[in-house]
């Protein structure tokens, strides 16, 4: 069971929007600002898409946005393309001893 | 460009260690700001942080594998290694190696990752 808790999968149909939500607790997401995001596509190294919550590095499209409420944050896909299919993990810092806490993924598939 | 690169022995045999290193380009492992760090993924599940090193030699591991762990640092060939003992097929896993920003030395994010390795134990 992972620490942060994410829905095991979302979908859409192209052009759509979604939003996949990662839950933690008042020691983590809720306390911090170091929430990340990342994409996993098959067999591939996960990609940083957001970062400080709501910070997209340089060159991850605008489609992608991060908000935080609580101890909950999300990542929104907004005009979902079919390249946007894969698997998505929360992170964040943790004032726990583990420091660094994954979500268990979600699986965004484009219908 | 930054760019990380795992490499070690894939297949390892129950009760030994997993030894892996993380050759790094584009950048010194000596910058400050970031913490070098192993990541890892049992096929077909989540991800696993196992720990990190700065700079300075310091190190923090997962509390679930702090028994077991152990990284280290390379100045003079830029890069940091892995080793795990004690392995199991549990052990069994895509490992990642991978850079993380830090502020006030605390964890943001991994900025930078490794293409992974998948490591074998039977």
């Known amino acids: 069971q992972s620490a942060l808790t994410q829905p095991a999968s979302v979908s859409g149909s192209p052009g759509q929007s979604i939003t996949i939500s990662c839950t933690g607790t008042?020691?983590?997401?809720?306390?911090?600002?170091?929430v990340s995001w990342y994409q996993q596509h098959p067999g591939k190294a996960p990609r940083l898409m957001i970062d400080?919550?709501?910070n997209r590095p340089s060159g991850v499209s605008n489609r992608f946005s991060g908000s935080k409420s609580g101890n909950t944050a999300s990542l929104t896909i907004s005009g979902l393309q079919a390249e946007d299919e894969a698997a998505y993990y929360c992170?964040?810092?943790?004032?726990?001893?583990?420091?660094?806490?994954f979500g268990g993924g979600t699986k965004v598939t484009v219908l | 460009q930054l760019q990380l690169q795992e490499s070690g022995s894939g297949l390892v045999k129950p009760s030994q260690t997993l030894s892996l290193t993380c050759a790094v380009s584009?950048?010194?492992?000596?910058?400050?700001?970031?913490?070098w760090n192993w990541i890892r993924q049992p096929p077909g599940m989540g991800l696993e942080w196992i720990g990190y090193?700065?700079?300075?030699?310091?190190?923090y591991y997962n509390p679930s594998l702090t028994s077991r762990v152990a990284i280290s640092l390379d100045r003079s060939k830029n890069q940091f290694s892995l080793k795990l003992n004690s392995v199991t097929a549990a052990d069994t896993a895509v490992y990642y190696c991978?850079?993380?920003?830090?502020?006030?030395?605390?964890?943001?994010?991994?900025?930078?990752w490794g293409q992974g390795t998948l490591v074998t134990v039977s």
């Open positions: 008042s020691s983590d997401i809720g306390d911090y600002n170091y």
């Open positions: 991978a850079r993380a920003r830090v502020k006030y030395g605390d964890y943001v994010a991994f900025d930078s």
């Open positions: 090193i700065f700079p300075s030699g310091s190190t």
């Open positions: 584009g950048d010194s492992i000596s910058s400050g700001s970031y913490s």
């Open positions: 992170s964040s810092y943790s004032s726990s001893s583990t420091l660094i806490l």
């Open positions: 400080d919550v709501t």
